[in-house]
């Protein structure tokens, strides 16, 4: 597997950040950042990254609250802790004016030696620190007294949580947790260090699913490479703005340790806002169908077909499965309405299968999966798969025989598939994506917070998401991106773009920008994410993307 690019940075970047096109940035597990610092450290001065890290976050500390007039520190028993103990004694040394404090919880004799050296280093600069854990004379009484002052502190506090970050290997519970409790009660600013603490990194969620708590931060400063579980899961919910500094590692940063995911920035967006061609008519961006809409679920179809139109597909079909249904959507005249039986016409066109299509869809599919060269599966027509071995085993044949398919499920329909549960799915969203590309052999979405896309040809290596917001928590929000996947899969199809690496298949470029565009559209028409209609986002698709200029960076 060709290993993936580290993009450096030496200073902070914004990452999640609205709007902007940018390479996606490789994301590392707790196992593989460890390994990644072991690597670079063999090449630096001891503590050299340890004090890059506590400088980054000073910086950031005064970047973020530069009216502060207090800053409190909270260290915990390893690294993470080494991080703010450096960063305490950097910003004692160059913020004079401000009331800077720090309370330990941690003990020296299981202290790692750089966090050890750091506290030394804090203790020589004049950074006041209160042991919360040792010695144990009168600990409880310093920890009730933290607790209080952080739960009333107001906002010209700032405070570091150090606490806890890659290194978490079991839910917050005891001392540790009354004082997440504590500052997450009062209206304190909050960076976090590398992660906010109580966060399993690696997935996202809490640790063996233990609902316990989890700090709430304003920021979060990754450092030297993000953790997967700050964008997906419940990371957005509790990462507040979240930079991230390479600590000056930038082109020095080894390839040798492979990403586990990759934060989507809005590269494959770009690619698909090229001009079109001044020569371009209906038929040169292909034909696309859209098969579903059963007895009182018409609407998906629509739904899909309309956001397809938005996106530029060229002629729109929709095959209604509900013999009843209207024959036009009055709406929407440019859709044509018909039954697909030409098998030629199947090959040659990008269906999408499934909206709205209950129980009817599954007896379509044993044609479409053998004939279609490019489909997008979603909804009932996942769920009839999930039903029937032969379905699945028709699905993966298709690889081999050269035709793409991209499965769009939420966390449910996800289960099913794996013959799982939502639970299980959600406790490891790269692990489930990941499993579903490589058993289907396919492109495969998993919908949810931070939005997952991974291929099987990609070295399954699944990108996450950056755009979006709650306002796609909605009724037939899905059906809408099944019908940008077509729009954008139909006009590759007929215009290829390079392919600049893994991951850049047809089915999978379409997938990551379709996604991204829908999570944009979404936050520009709902910035705190309050619900939004399916029907209004079609609009806004067509909207947005005639408003855009071409991107300049691509
Ligand atoms: N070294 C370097 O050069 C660099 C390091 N960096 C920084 O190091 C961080 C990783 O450091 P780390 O591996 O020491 O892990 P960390 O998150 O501090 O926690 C480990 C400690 O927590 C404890 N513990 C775990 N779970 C717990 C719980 N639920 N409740 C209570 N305790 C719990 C665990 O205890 P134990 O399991 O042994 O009882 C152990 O003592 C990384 O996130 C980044 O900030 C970067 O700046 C880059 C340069
Ligand atoms: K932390």
Not at 115 to 122: C, E, I, M, P, T
Not at 154 to 160: K, M, Y
Not at 324 to 343: I, K, N, S, T, Y
Request: hydrophobic share 45%.
């Amino acid at each position: 597997m060709p290993m993936p690019a580290f993009t450096p940075c030496s200073a902070p970047r914004r990452l999640l950040e609205e709007g902007g096109y940018a390479d996606a940035v490789d994301l590392h597990d707790a196992a593989h950042a460890a390994e990644l610092e072991r690597v670079l450290a063999s090449t630096r001065a001891p503590l050299a990254l340890m004090q890059a890290a506590g400088l980054a976050v000073a910086r950031l500390a005064r970047a973020m609250t530069p009216h502060a007039r207090r800053v409190r520190v909270l260290a915990g028993p390893g690294n993470n802790g080494g991080d703010g103990f450096e960063a305490a004694a950097r910003l004692k040394a160059d913020w004079p004016d401000v009331h800077i404090d720090l309370a330990w919880l941690g003990h020296p004799a299981s202290q790692p030696g750089d966090a050890a050296a750091s506290r030394l280093r804090a203790e020589a600069a004049g950074v006041a620190i209160t042991e919360l854990d040792h010695p144990p004379t009168g600990a409880a009484d310093r920890l009730a007294t933290w607790c209080a002052e952080l739960a009333q502190a107001d906002g010209d506090t700032l405070v570091i949580d150090a606490l806890l970050g890659r290194g978490l290997n079991r839910p917050v519970s005891g001392d540790l947790a009354r004082l997440i409790d504590a500052l997450n009660t009062g209206a304190a600013r909050v960076l976090s260090v590398d992660l906010p603490s109580g966060l399993n990194g690696d997935v996202g969620v809490w640790p063996d699913g233990v609902d316990a708590p989890i700090v709430r931060a304003d920021t979060t400063l990754a450092l030297l490479s993000p953790s997967p579980g700050l964008c997906t899961g419940m990371g957005r919910d509790v990462v507040g703005e979240l930079w991230w500094h390479d600590l000056g590692t930038g082109s020095a940063t080894p390839h040798a340790v492979a990403a586990q995911a990759r934060l989507a920035r809005g590269s494959a967006l770009a690619r698909l806002l090229q001009p079109r061609p001044h020569r371009q008519h209906k038929g040169s961006v292909g034909d696309l169908w859209v098969i579903g809409g059963d007895v009182a679920m018409q609407g998906a179809a629509w739904l899909a077909a309309r956001a397809a139109l938005e996106c530029g597909a060229g002629r729109v079909h929709v095959d209604l499965l509900d013999a009843q249904g209207l024959g036009l959507d009055p709406g929407q005249p440019e859709l044509m309405v018909g039954r697909c039986a030409d098998r030629d016409e199947l090959a040659r066109a990008t269906v999408i299968a499934g909206c709205g299509g209950g129980p009817a869809i599954a007896a379509r599919l044993p044609e479409l999966l053998s004939t279609t060269a490019r489909l997008v599966l979603d909804a009932d027509a996942l769920n009839a798969i999930a039903r029937d071995t032969n379905l699945q085993d028709r699905l993966r044949e298709r690889s081999a025989r050269g035709q793409a398919s991209v499965l769009t499920p939420h966390p449910l329909e996800a289960a099913r598939l794996l013959g799982s549960d939502v639970a299980a799915v959600q406790a490891d969203r790269l692990a489930a994506v990941r499993a579903l590309a490589t058993s289907y052999r396919c492109t495969a979405l998993l919908k949810g917070s931070g939005t997952l896309v991974c291929s099987a040809s990609s070295g399954a290596l699944p990108t996450i998401n950056g755009s979006g917001n709650a306002a796609l928590a909605t009724p037939g929000s899905g059906d809408v991106l099944a019908g940008v996947i077509g729009a954008f899969w139909s006009q590759l199809a007929i215009r290829p773009l390079v392919e600049e690496g893994p991951g850049d298949d047809a089915a999978t470029l379409a997938t990551r920008a379709a996604v991204d565009l829908h999570g944009r559209v979404a936050q520009s028409m709902s910035h705190r994410g309050a619900a939004l209609p399916a029907s209004r986002l079609v609009s806004g698709l067509g909207d947005w993307l005639r408003r855009q200029a071409p991107p300049r960076s691509a």
